[in-house]
């Protein structure tokens, strides 16, 4: 007879006082928040030190390239290794390299002669344009189809949903993106082939519609191909909540079924993919590469192809940092959100 | 337990004029097994919860006594059979499923998973009332009146509480908050204190009757533990692979069980001051339920001759006893049992 009754009833209903747990000095919160600021400045560092030696890593020499199929002086190459800095010794250009990072200046790109500040800071729009429109449009699809799969797992609709998902996802971008230009571009006419305004258009909702009809087949590609991930998440944590007590508790109460997901799967659910979401949002400024070169639309991704082929190194140094770094900064930023999202982080 | 205390004490209370709250008569719930085969979880069952009355339901794991208690609430459809609520017949249409279930609440094993982790406790035990009334001016009031009945005072203290921040014990009080809130007239308790530590049990055992005692709130209590029935329960019933095999009150089947399997089950108490009868056999196996009495293959009786002596041996092998009715009277579903009791 495990549980004698005549144990006091009352001993368990007083609220344990949390006193224990609590270390002196810094509040809880700014502990959590500088642990993670902490961690994110030495992701950056490892970011920047590697960036350096990365890209020297690669074959190919800048100047060589530039000044391929002309006739040059063995001076004139000597005086652009100067000009670079290339002349240097490795530690030198290292030192240069880390001063100019930690004051934000990336240098001057080998092959357009400006500043990469600027190059980037004129590039960042198109890119935020078509990889933010994508990420936002393939969220929202992935998760309502995700839930919908989850919540009635193999059902038929599962089934066809998550295997055209899954066949999607598999499908190479450029591959995607080729096919739709042959059919709908330069087939059907329906859409221009690349580019991201035409020549010659002017006011402001003309010019709107004109970007407009240019994103529609990039986003696209990047929409079939990147969704699936959304899907798959939100399904598996969904599958994940679909079996806890809670839910049984709650229908038992007598709440309806879609209610049920709505107010207690669903948000619960939805704590995993947070994650993803800033993850992938960390990733829309160093844009879909491969889509943004297929489409030629004039982004960060095709500025990066194009420094990678000399190898231009102010660019695709600076690029790589940035890249990384807003990784670096979504993910912060998720760490910050969780414990709003979720009670059992705050504590 | 040699000297069986009378079968009908002189004490003991005439039976309930009202009718049951909540009855399961010729209750089938089958599932779709692995490999094709079907699973008889719950196979014919009679049970009766009268007003103001604690049934225990008592097995081992995997028995079927959850299934039964889900098919209860209706959150398990009966394959056939059916259940009863004041004796009209379980409407499965969601309008008349959720009056139902205004009336009747659940509350599971483990408080740790039937809370959702970021309700507070306000949230949690609002949940019903907001679902049943809509939101109310007097909620609040509602939610801290439930709270206290559970035993947690001061109950401003623990509403903007998240279940993390609580015991095991204040967040099982937490989900009979949550069902005390409708008032309901029957709660359907599955393994309700199984998580939760020794020294916390008997204060949510207390709970459950003085709910009973206070309020004639009826429950059905589900649970692998023969002690626990025997404190709180005011008739049991012994289940063994989707059968209830033996019933009656608790005095009843606890001191003299006539069920070979109830005998085995109290034999390993370390109360019981005899020789622990540990069950041969494979363990039950509901897509596979022998055919004549579903307990022979592993019954002591049958296996030490006893039954043969009786002469029912042959009736073991090939003769289902058969359900038992759901009366209330002490019944065992055992040819042995019926013949001992006949031949004196």
Not at chain 1, 202 to 211: I, K
Request: charged share 20%.
């Amino acid at each position: 007879m495990t549980a004698p009754p005549a144990a006091g009833a009352t001993a368990d209903a007083a609220p344990a006082p949390r006193a224990g747990g609590r270390r002196p000095g810094l509040p809880p919160t700014v502990r959590y928040l500088g642990g993670r600021v902490l961690t994110a400045l030495v992701s950056l560092l490892a970011v920047m030190v590697t960036s350096f030696f990365l890209f020297r890593v690669l074959p190919g020499d800048p100047v060589t390239a530039l000044t391929q199929g002309r006739a040059v002086t063995v001076e004139q190459l000597e005086a652009m290794r100067r000009d670079f800095g290339l002349d240097q010794p490795l530690p030198q250009q290292f030192l240069d390299y880390c001063l100019g990072m930690l004051t934000l200046d990336f240098g001057t790109s080998y092959q357009y002669r400006v500043p990469v500040s600027d190059l980037i800071l004129e590039r960042l729009g198109p890119t935020l344009l078509l990889a933010g429109t994508g990420t936002l449009i393939a969220a929202v699809l992935g998760l309502v189809l995700g839930t919908r799969a989850g919540w009635r797992r193999g059902s038929v609709m599962d089934r066809v949903d998550t295997g055209v998902a899954l066949t999607l996802w598999s499908v190479p971008s450029f591959w995607l993106g080729l096919l739709l230009i042959v059919l709908l571009a330069s087939g059907a006419g329906l859409f221009p082939t690349s580019g991201m305004s035409t020549p010659g258009v002017t006011g402001p909702l003309n010019v709107a519609l004109d970007v407009a009809h240019h994103m529609v087949l990039p986003v696209a590609t990047m929409v079939a191909v990147v969704y699936a991930q959304y899907m798959m998440i939100m399904r598996s944590s969904l599958v994940d909540e679909a079996g806890a007590d809670y839910l049984t508790t709650a229908r038992a109460k007598g709440l309806r079924d879609a209610l049920v997901l709505r107010r207690h799967a669903v948000p619960n659910a939805l704590l995993p993919t947070v994650t993803l979401i800033f993850l992938n949002l960390g990733r829309v400024v160093s844009g879909v590469i491969l889509i943004e070169t297929v489409f030629a639309w004039p982004g960060l991704g095709s500025l990066f192809y194009s420094g990678l082929r000399v190898p231009d190194l102010p660019i695709v140094q600076a690029l790589f940092v940035v890249f990384a770094g807003s990784v670096i900064l979504m993910n912060l930023l998720a760490d910050l959100v969780y414990p709003l999202l979720d009670p059992r982080v705050r504590t | 337990m040699t000297a069986p205390a009378a079968p009908a004490a002189p004490d003991q209370p005439a039976p309930e004029p009202a009718g049951p709250v909540l009855s399961a008569s010729g209750l089938h719930v089958t599932f779709a097994g692995r490999g094709g085969r079907a699973a008889r979880a719950v196979d014919g069952v009679d049970l009766e919860i009268r007003p103001g009355e604690i049934v225990a339901l008592v097995g081992e794991s995997g028995c079927g006594k959850s299934t039964l208690a889900r098919a209860l609430l209706g959150l398990v459809r009966p394959t056939s059979g059916q259940v009863a609520y004041h004796g009209r017949p379980l409407d499965y249409r969601s309008r008349e499923l959720k009056r139902f279930r205004e009336r009747a609440q659940l509350v599971l094993q483990d408080p740790s998973g039937s809370l959702n982790p970021r309700h507070t406790v306000y949230d949690a035990v609002a949940e019903g009332r907001r679902i049943h009334n809509g939101a109310t001016p007097d909620e609040q009031e509602r939610v801290a009146e439930a709270l206290s009945r559970a035993g947690l005072r001061p109950p401003e203290r623990f509403l903007l509480r998240y279940p993390h921040e609580l015991s095991g014990g204040q967040r099982q009080r937490v989900v009979i908050a949550g069902a005390l809130i409708l008032d309901p007239e029957v709660i359907v308790a599955d393994e309700p204190v199984a998580s939760l530590d020794a020294s916390v049990r008997g204060e949510i055992l207390r709970l459950l009757m003085r709910l009973r005692d206070d309020f004639g709130l009826a429950a059905l209590v589900v649970t692998h533990d023969l002690g626990l029935a025997w404190n709180i329960a005011d008739r049991i019933a012994v289940m063994y692979l989707g059968r209830v095999v033996e019933t009656g009150t608790v005095e009843e089947v606890l001191s003299a069980p006539r069920h070979p399997y109830t005998r085995a089950l109290l034999s390993v108490l370390p109360e019981a001051g005899q020789e622990p009868q540990v069950l041969a056999g494979e363990p039950p196996d509901p897509t596979r339920i022998p055919g004549g009495c579903r307990f022979h293959a592993r019954c002591p009786v049958l296996a030490s001759g006893r039954a043969e002596a009786a002469g029912v041996a042959e009736r073991c092998r090939t003769e289902d006893p058969g359900p038992l009715p759901a009366g209330g009277a002490a019944d065992a579903a055992c040819h042995w049992a019926r013949a001992q009791a006949a031949g004196g």
